[in-house]
């Protein structure tokens, strides 16, 4: 068996071993409906223990790479056909897969107090200084560390941008993508989206949502330029893409120069044991604009959200846009950066995550008894 645990790697065991065979299941090692090794022969080969084997399987079925089959194994779920996968038939009632949890998610006050008291004692005067346009460099520095912390993408501090909520960059966006694109989103999809790219101009296509993600059909006659998705979590339906539609929009945007908005809003909650892998990190083609708020993750009030934009597209931004000023206050930015370098903001999201599980935990027990 060629999988290799190293030591000498800060990453966990398990973590190691599930990205090598994911990696074998998207290259087609495995094939669809095939079976992994059993964890027993997994954990001999490589002198790990069977609990770490049974932990990286988890996280493939977690994320639809894999499932477990009662006496039978693990089996391959995860289909990387050419063409586009068949969907399952809509249902108008979309039904949570594990219950819903009722965790608060609240920023502790007392936290973002200090900080604010922190950021204006070190920082001074600077506070009133103007930003730049695309947004301090201490927080979009901030981000760019995070985000290859925790989200896997890798950036430029070039290519982020910050501004005053989603809504304000839906419109960025739009201005540098082109008001003669045609823009395509989820139906039901955040009902802003819609608002905020018909007052823009701009011809859009309304694609049904099933409940693994868009109807396949839909999107392969649809004629769109840009794709505009939230993977992780639609709203309000809840449908979450499973792994195998993720790599359909992928494969839909290689094709004809178009582009994805991944919407990826309240993915820092997710109650898996390893943060939701964005659509930014996995593809190669440089197509990719990523956008993320701290409405959910801070408060709605601070109105910040931000984009990374693909390279391909940064230098063109700064040439055609760049001249806009930053519509989010310095000193709210130095506090969002330090809450994010000081460590709170990660330890935030972590003991979320933590009190999510284990209320899912509490809330399946119940199920079963």
């Not at 979009?140 to 989200?151: F, M």
């Not at 018909?198 to 392969?220: E, H, T, Y």
């Not at 956008?291 to 597209?313: A, D, E, Q």
Request: hydrophobic share 35%; net charge positive.
């Amino acid at each position: 068996m060629k999988y290799e645990i190293k030591k000498a790697d800060h990453t966990s065991a398990y973590i190691q071993l599930y990205k090598q065979v994911r990696e074998d299941i998207i290259r087609e090692i495995y094939p669809y409906n095939t079976k992994l090794p059993s964890k027993r022969i997994m954990a001999e080969e490589l002198g790990i223990s069977t609990v770490t084997v049974e932990h990286a399987y988890a996280l493939l079925c977690d994320e639809g790479y894999i499932e477990s089959r009662e006496r039978s194994g693990y089996f391959v779920i995860f289909r990387t056909a050419d063409g586009f996968v068949s969907s399952q038939k809509f249902s108008k009632h979309i039904f949570p897969s594990v219950p819903t949890p009722q965790t608060s998610v609240e920023f502790p006050f007392s936290v973002l107090a200090k900080t604010m008291r922190t950021v204006i004692s070190n920082m001074k005067e600077s506070v009133l200084d103007r930003s730049e346009n695309c947004g301090t460099y201490e927080l979009r520095t901030a981000i760019k560390e995070y985000l290859a912390r925790n989200r896997g993408i890798t950036a430029d501090t070039q290519q982020i941008v910050i501004g005053s909520g989603s809504e304000y960059l839906y419109n960025l966006i739009v201005a540098l993508l082109g008001r003669d694109k045609i823009f395509a989103i989820e139906s039901p999809s955040y009902k802003k989206i819609e608002q905020v790219y018909r007052v823009s101009g701009v011809k859009l296509q309304k694609l049904p949502l099933l409940n693994d993600g868009i109807d396949s059909n839909a999107l392969k006659s649809c004629n769109a330029d840009v794709l505009h998705i939230s993977p992780y979590r639609s709203y309000p339906s809840g449908v979450s893409a499973d792994i195998s539609k993720r790599h359909e929009y992928l494969r839909w945007a290689k094709n004809f120069n178009r582009f994805i908005i991944e919407d990826d809003f309240e993915s820092e909650f997710s109650v898996s044991k390893k943060f939701e892998e964005t659509l930014f990190s996995q593809s190669g083609q440089d197509n990719i604009i990523y956008m993320n708020t701290f409405s959910k993750t801070i408060s709605p009030s601070l109105r910040v959200g931000y984009m990374v934009l693909p390279k391909s597209l940064t230098e063109k931004f700064k040439t055609t846009l760049g001249f806009y000023s930053c519509t989010v206050p310095t000193y709210i930015q130095y506090v969002l950066a330090e809450l994010i370098t000081s460590g709170d903001f990660e330890r935030h999201i972590n003991r979320v995550r933590r009190a999510k599980r284990k209320e899912i935990a509490k809330l399946q027990t119940k199920d079963k008894i």
